[in-house]
């Protein structure tokens, strides 16, 4: 087996392999790759010699070069690196159980314990405060926020970049809105008012 017999079946188990590591984060999976390949293309092992023979010769056939090239693409998949894309996300991929703190710049799973009077010691074993939220969390990967500053984290549920009202008091009062006040919304994840920013999406 050599050509696309082989180089075909490969690259397909990576993107699968990619693919499940979305599903597992409570993504979607890729869809269309071309634009998310051409937008990660550094993320790919570059070939840089070698060639496809022509009719005659590797002269008149397809050279390998820097970059995009006719013979092998953008490059064979490295899955370590594709993956670190979060599957055209940027950055570590947060579950949909946690949210990007800017401060910590790590994936947070949250408590529903405040820690706004006693900062890390209201919090359990392997928690700490978030510092933006006044929340225990537990923390998870290392990520980067894609909201703009730092008093805003992404919500992945309201899908924008909140900023909390009042760090560590939770949202009451019935419905979702609970006791948060007019522009502002209650982030069904932190259980957190916050006053409403861009539009987000969760790295």
């Keep these: 087996m050599s050509q696309t017999g082989c180089a075909s079946p490969t690259a397909s188990g990576v993107i699968a392999l990619i693919n499940d590591a979305r599903l597992q984060a409570g993504k979607s999976v890729l869809g269309f790759l071309n634009p998310w390949i051409y937008a990660n293309a550094k993320a790919w092992n570059d070939i840089t010699s ?3 023979e022509g009719c005659r010769s590797y002269v008149d056939g397809f050279p390998a070069a820097v970059g995009w090239d006719a ?3 953008v490059g064979t998949p490295n899955y370590k690196n594709l993956v670190a894309t979060g599957g055209g996300g940027g950055g570590t991929v947060c579950k949909y159980t946690e949210y990007c703190c ?3 710049k790590h994936c947070l799973t949250p408590t529903k314990t405040s820690c706004a009077s006693d900062g890390d ?3 359990g074993t392997g928690e700490v405060c978030c510092p ?3 929340v225990c969390v537990t923390p998870g990967a290392a990520c980067t926020s894609p909201c703009a500053a730092d008093t805003e984290y992404c919500c992945p549920d309201a899908k924008h970049c909140l900023t909390p009202v009042k760090p560590g ?3 009451t009062g019935p419905g979702t809105q609970g006791s948060c ?3 502002e919304v209650c982030c069904p994840l932190l259980n957190e ?3 409403v920013g861009a539009a987000c999406t969760a790295p």
């Design 50 to 52: 070698g060639g496809q």
């Design 71 to 73: 013979v092998t693409g």
């Design 102 to 104: 800017p401060d910590a």
């Design 121 to 123: 010691a209201a919090c």
């Design 132 to 134: 933006l939220t006044k």
């Design 169 to 171: 008091t939770f949202c």
């Design 181 to 183: 006040g007019s522009g």
């Design 193 to 195: 008012c916050g006053t």
